[in-house]
């Protein structure tokens, strides 16, 4: 190997480096590690990376950044029985596909109008391309967002009532850009660029990124601690919620099947000692369908009687079909409402937003998963409606596990009139890892979007309390601090809320913005028309 091949080989093993130490240190920003600082300084080594690379260059190390930075975020895919290596690569080379257009974008802005306006526009382009990655029908993935790294930033997050979780991601990117922009600066003023470096940014060019990125991150602070600081008025009631603690090996086991529920009947009994409004079962909670059991209908009619409250639950549902139509048994994730008063009739809400491989196979008549050894879970229906549970504990919206991860279908549901949000959930799938509080992290939004209560009972945690603020008020744990695999209950008083927020009211108006905007900045880029205007004007010293 000559000498000059050598070096180059080094070269981009080093640049190949950079975007390693990138993805691993954002990945370590997000729950259990919870370093939220490294949310802020994470994607400067990656943005250094890319600058001055060409276009198709830029597309391979930004498909580099996502194929390390989900399977360091979510080893815990692993623990899911089933999937195996074959099915991660296809998922890595998914997300691999769809995020490079970022770093190929980037590169091309960067190649026609300089790296400062590279790093001005990044903000743009990444919310750009998270929102495309949340909405691609059956493959749509908003988990890993990196505003989700600030679930414990409580100020700085407020601003997603505003514009969203987006709006977080939005900050954070153009912190790391000015980041990324003044080493760049100082580099350029050294004389001569790094090896590493294969291009520089101008004083006015550092400027023009540095002063938004202050003005932004300083409004962030300011709008975020004034908004923490009003306490939220009106009717409060007592919520109790009961993580019965089930492995997923014994969900669904028939002998096993009296023995859970005498464990929901137990804990039940025991968080009706605090005289809660409302008890919470998590997600599929009951060993069969209450719709297609009389008997286990009565039965938890007779537990919520005698615990002298309303019973939120989660439990599958038969789907009625109409005269003439083709009977097959079809079932339903859903959740009820069973009053506590022998008369009450029970209110049904069925999961709108079905998880894909795990309740139904996507397009199975035309893909063929069998290829990749995908198996057909069967053929769960989505629901309908949003329906909002009613009664003297308020208007309540459910959004059942992988709902929950989806801001418009909480947004929907408050802004129908949802005064609280309830998150059933089963999390058993994933075993004692970080994909619980990943979950967690995102209900947090969920509140702070719509500024209402969310209240989360998951069958082996976590299963807590967050304010509309985002605060994590009370979770089940044991007497050592442990909340997941644990069985117990918690019960902690809810504010209703007749929350009107402007991301409530609007919805997701900052990401069209982005969009618009680097469709406009990609197409300009397309030309040489006006280069020289910007070369100009962010050209290095």
């Known amino acids: 190997m000559s000498k000059k091949l050598l070096t180059r080989v080094i070269h981009y093993a080093l640049i190949v480096c950079l975007v390693f130490c990138s993805a691993i240190l954002m990945a370590l920003a997000f729950p259990r590690n919870d370093h939220e600082w490294l949310g802020w300084i994470g994607l400067v080594p990656f943005f250094i990376a890319l600058c001055g690379r060409k276009p198709v260059t830029g597309y391979l190390l930004s498909f580099l950044w996502v194929v390390v930075f989900y399977p360091t975020l979510g080893p815990w895919l692993f623990n899911i029985r089933g999937y195996s290596l074959l099915h991660h690569a296809v998922f890595d080379f998914y997300l691999g596909f769809v995020w490079g257009p970022f770093g190929l974008f980037f590169c091309l802005v960067a190649r026609k109008w300089g790296a400062s306006l590279a790093l001005a526009a990044a903000p743009f382009l990444w919310v750009t391309f998270e929102f495309l990655r949340s909405n691609l029908g059956f493959m749509a993935f908003p988990w890993g967002m990196i505003a989700h790294s600030q679930y414990l930033n409580i100020p700085v997050i407020q601003i997603a009532s505003v514009f969203g979780t987006y709006s977080v991601s939005f900050l954070l990117?153009?912190?790391?850009?000015?980041?990324?922009?003044?080493i760049l600066y100082l580099v350029g003023c050294s004389g001569k660029l790094l090896p590493l470096v294969a291009s520089s940014v101008s004083k006015r060019g550092m400027i023009f990124i540095s002063i938004?990125?202050?003005?932004?991150?300083?409004?962030?602070?300011?709008f975020g601690n004034a908004a923490i600081?009003?306490?939220?008025?009106?009717?409060?009631?007592?919520?109790?919620?009961?993580?019965?603690?089930?492995?997923?090996?014994?969900?669904?086991?028939?002998k096993l099947a009296r023995a859970i529920m005498q464990t929901y009947t137990e804990l039940t009994e025991k968080?009706?000692?605090?005289?809660?409004?409302?008890?919470?079962?998590?997600?599929?909670?009951?060993?069969?369908?209450?719709?297609?059991?009389?008997?286990?209908?009565?039965e938890i009619r007779r537990i919520a009687?005698?615990?002298?409250?309303?019973?939120?639950?989660?439990?599958?549902?038969?789907?009625?079909?109409?005269?003439?139509?083709?009977?097959?048994?079809?079932?339903q994730n859903s959740a009820f409402l069973i009053g506590p008063t022998k008369g009450n009739t029970r209110q049904q809400y069925d999961k709108m937003v079905l998880l894909p491989f795990g309740e139904y196979l996507p397009m199975k008549d035309k893909i063929p998963w069998s290829a990749i050894k995908i198996p057909d879970p069967g053929s769960f229906l989505p629901g309908k409606d949003y329906t909002l549970f009613n009664g003297p504990t308020g208007r309540i919206?459910?959004?059942?596990?992988?709902?929950?991860?989806?801001?418009?279908?909480?947004?929907?549901?408050?802004?129908?009139?949802a005064q609280f949000v309830v998150n059933i959930s089963n999390e058993a799938w994933f075993g004692k890892t970080a994909a619980p509080y990943q979950m967690l992290s995102m209900n947090v939004f969920r509140a702070v979007e719509n500024k209402v209560f969310v209240v989360r009972c998951s069958n082996t945690g976590v299963s807590c309390f967050i304010d509309s603020n985002g605060r994590v008020l009370k979770r089940v744990?044991?007497?050592?601090?442990?909340?997941?695999?644990?069985?117990?209950?918690?019960?902690?008083?809810?504010?209703?809320l007749n929350s009107s927020t402007f991301y409530t009211r609007h919805g997701d108006l900052l990401p069209y913005v982005c969009v618009v905007f680097s469709v406009l900045l990609v197409a300009g880029s397309l030309f040489k028309r006006g280069h020289k205007t910007f070369s100009r004007l962010f050209s290095a010293p």
Do not use: M
């Open 477 to 496: 744990q044991d007497v050592t601090g442990d909340d997941l695999f644990v069985s117990g209950t918690a019960t902690e008083n809810v504010t209703l």
């Open 173 to 182: 990117v153009t912190a790391n850009s000015a980041i990324a922009a003044l």
């Open 271 to 298: 968080a009706s000692e605090n005289r809660p409004d409302l008890i919470v079962w998590p997600e599929a909670a009951t060993p069969w369908s209450i719709t297609q059991a009389p008997q286990l209908y009565q």
């Open 229 to 254: 600081s009003n306490t939220p008025a009106g009717r409060q009631i007592s919520v109790s919620v009961v993580q019965g603690d089930i492995e997923q090996k014994n969900k669904w086991d028939p």
């Open 305 to 331: 009687y005698n615990a002298n409250a309303s019973l939120l639950l989660g439990s599958s549902s038969h789907v009625k079909f109409k005269k003439g139509e083709p009977k097959k048994r079809t079932y």
């Open 397 to 417: 919206g459910v959004a059942i596990c992988w709902e929950s991860i989806f801001p418009e279908h909480v947004r929907q549901l408050v802004r129908r009139g």
């Open 212 to 222: 938004p990125a202050v003005i932004f991150v300083t409004t962030a602070y300011v």
